[in-house]
């Protein structure tokens, strides 16, 4: 189970799967209002998780006690690489963030699917422990909170007439499509 616990974890650094899932949205008009949600979302729990509640917290990470059982499980795992705060975490914070925007964008049939991600972000900082369970339980809440706030943000912003032009402009596939045409 290590290595694909390993390659999940790893996807999570800096939110770059996320952000880059997102900016992939942005590309097509039936997915752009969930990309820029998504985006807002990863900003916002960005902005909570790492530079707020990790410095006021200042929790340190398990395996930092050399005398403990996290250390040892630590090393056998692989010795993860972590640094800053545990409290909360921010890989998880960014999985749930996006994950609620899917879902709430999304067909709710098949988007509660998505929440699977943050499911198996948390496990795998808990797994090589680089994070306590209540680090993940709080990223979860705060990835909830941003995704929630997110979908608030988009649905604002839907009063202004420029991003209703912005969210119903043509996207990468029509643009294509159209070029394709004009060739013909």
């Known amino acids: 189970m290590t290595p694909v616990l390993r390659v999940i974890s790893v996807l999570g650094n800096g939110g770059a799967i996320f952000i880059a899932a997102a900016v ?3 590309l097509f008009r039936k997915t752009r209002t969930t990309g ?4 807002i979302a990863l900003l916002i729990g960005a902005l909570v998780t790492n530079l707020l509640l990790k410095n006021v917290i200042a ?8 005398n403990s059982v996290y250390f040892t499980y630590w090393l056998n795992t692989g010795s993860m690489a972590a640094s800053g705060y545990s409290f909360p975490s921010g890989h998880t914070t960014a999985a749930m963030a996006f994950a609620t925007a899917l879902f709430l964008h999304g067909n709710k049939k098949i988007s509660w699917l998505a929440f699977l991600i943050p499911l198996l972000m948390g496990f795998s900082r808990i ?9 993940v339980l709080a990223g979860m809440a705060a990835g909830l909170v941003a995704g929630i706030l997110a979908w608030t943000v988009v649905l604002l912003l839907r009063k202004n007439r ?3 032009k912005f969210e119903q402009a043509q996207g990468i596939v029509g643009y294509i499509r159209s070029k394709r045409g004009k060739d013909q």
Do not use: W
């Not at 797994?127 to 209540?134: K, N």
């Open 36 to 39: 820029i949600s998504a985006l």
């Open 127 to 135: 797994y090589f422990s680089v994070h306590f369970c209540t680090d």
């Open 24 to 26: 992939v949205f942005l």
């Open 162 to 164: 420029y991003f209703v």
């Open 59 to 66: 929790r340190e990470r398990p395996f930092v006690d050399e």
